[in-house]
């Protein structure tokens, strides 16, 4: 099965600063989500990557698939207050049967930005 | 549409209770998912339904959990006697997935959560 590895498990920053999440994959990534948690919550959509070498940005928020599809980082620039929270990478486990569609998270990385 | 809404946001119950959850979708999702998330740990995968058709279970889903979703809109899941390892977040998302051509992955939405805590 398909296994998904975030590091930090934890990082605090301080407000203005960047910062970087990775999220390697066992196994090549079909599809790789990025989601925002707030502690108590449902998930927030953030962006999903699906080719080798694609990057995304929304607002400060950049994520890339790396070229072999088994990583994946998201950047935030300049981080906010409002940054904070848990960040989970979500992967297709396989790219095709029945299975398709179901995610396999990470663990989790959670953010803290001093103001 | 507002995305996808789940009831109720929090239950409490005891152990050995019954208790049920719905899950409403986005409107033009046809597939809806439930995923189960316990403290420090990212969402784990219960079960899945395409329309009304219930395509795949996840060994973690015990004989006492049934979900259903009975005219491919809204969806619930009932656990059964209820055990203090139940304590979780319940999590339902939704997504539109063509049914030709393509095996793109889906955008994948998910709703607020129905915190449960067995006692």
């Known amino acids: 099965s398909q296994e998904l590895e975030q590091s930090p498990q934890s990082l605090i920053v301080q407000e203005g600063k960047n910062l970087t999440i990775n999220c390697t994959s066992s196994?090549?990534?079909?599809?790789l989500y990025w989601y925002k948690q707030k502690y108590g919550e449902g998930l927030i959509f953030l962006m999903m990557?699906?080719?080798?070498?694609e990057e995304k940005s929304h607002e400060k928020i950049t994520a890339k698939l790396d070229e072999k599809k088994q990583q994946s980082s998201l950047h935030i620039t300049a981080s906010q207050p409002s940054h904070a929270g848990i960040y989970l990478c979500g992967a297709v486990p396989n790219a095709g049967g029945t299975s398709y569609g179901k995610l396999t998270f990470g663990q989790g990385t959670i953010l803290t930005v001093h103001p | 549409d507002t995305g996808v809404s789940q009831d109720p946001r929090h239950k409490i119950t005891k152990r050995g209770q019954n208790v049920t959850f719905r899950c409403d979708p986005i409107s033009e999702h046809n597939r809806l998912y439930w995923y189960r998330q316990t403290l420090g740990q990212g969402p784990e995968f219960l079960t899945y339904?395409?329309?009304?058709?219930?395509?795949?279970k996840s060994r973690l889903l015990s004989d006492r959990f049934s979900a259903e979703r009975p005219k491919g809109s809204f969806s619930t899941l009932e656990i059964q006697r209820t055990e203090q390892g139940d304590s979780a977040m319940y999590l339902c998302?939704?997504?539109?997935?063509?049914?030709?051509?393509?095996?793109?992955?889906?955008?994948?939405?998910f709703g607020p959560g129905t915190r449960l805590t067995v006692t």
């Open positions: 196994k090549t990534l079909y599809g």
């Open positions: 998302a939704s997504s539109y997935h063509r049914t030709w051509g393509g095996r793109a992955p889906y955008e994948q939405y």
């Open positions: 990557l699906q080719k080798g070498g």
């Open positions: 339904f395409q329309n009304e058709a219930q395509l795949e």
